[in-house]
C-alpha cells in the first residue's frame, strides 16, 4: 500500500505563490504518474497537474498553465507544486495522487488514480 503524505498548504493573498510537496512511501509499477487534484466545495475533483515519475512528461489543466509547475525528486520520492499568481478560483483541497493511467486522456482524470493522500488546504484571498 502506498502512502502519500502533502504539505505546503494554506492561505495567501491573490497574486500570492505557495508550494505543494508530496512525499511517496515507495514507487511501484502502480504510481508510474504522481500529481495533484483539487475539490472546491460543490464541485468535482478536478485533475491539476501530473508528472510521470520514471521520466519528465507533464500534464496541466488549462486554467493552471503558466501559472503552476509540477516538479519530481526521485532520490526522496517527492513531487512538488509550485503555484504563482494564485487566484481566489485556485482555492480548494488539494490532494495528491498517484497511479497508472492508460493514456493522455486518462492522465488528468481522477478514477485513473488508486492512492490518494489527505489532502491540504489552499485559499487565496481577493
Known amino acids: 500500500q502506498v502512502q502519500l503524505v502533502e504539505s505546503g498548504g494554506g492561505s495567501v493573498q491573490a497574486g500570492g505563490s505557495l508550494r505543494l510537496s508530496c512525499v511517496a512511501s515507495?514507487?511501484?509499477?502502480?504510481?508510474?504518474?504522481m500529481g495533484w487534484f483539487r475539490q472546491a466545495p460543490g464541485k468535482e475533483r478536478e485533475g491539476v497537474a501530473v508528472?510521470?515519475?520514471?521520466?519528465?512528461?507533464?500534464y496541466y489543466c488549462d486554467s493552471v498553465k503558466g501559472r503552476f509547475t509540477i516538479s519530481q525528486d526521485n532520490a526522496t520520492r517527492t513531487v512538488f507544486l509550485q503555484m504563482y499568481s494564485l487566484k481566489p478560483e485556485d482555492t480548494a483541497m488539494y490532494y495528491c495522487a498517484a497511479g497508472s493511467p492508460n493514456c493522455v486522456l486518462e492522465y488528468l482524470q481522477s478514477n485513473a488514480y488508486i492512492y490518494w493522500g489527505q489532502g491540504t488546504q489552499v485559499t487565496v484571498s481577493s
Open positions: 508528472i510521470y515519475v520514471r521520466g519528465h512528461s507533464t
Open positions: 515507495e514507487y511501484t509499477y502502480e504510481t508510474e504518474w
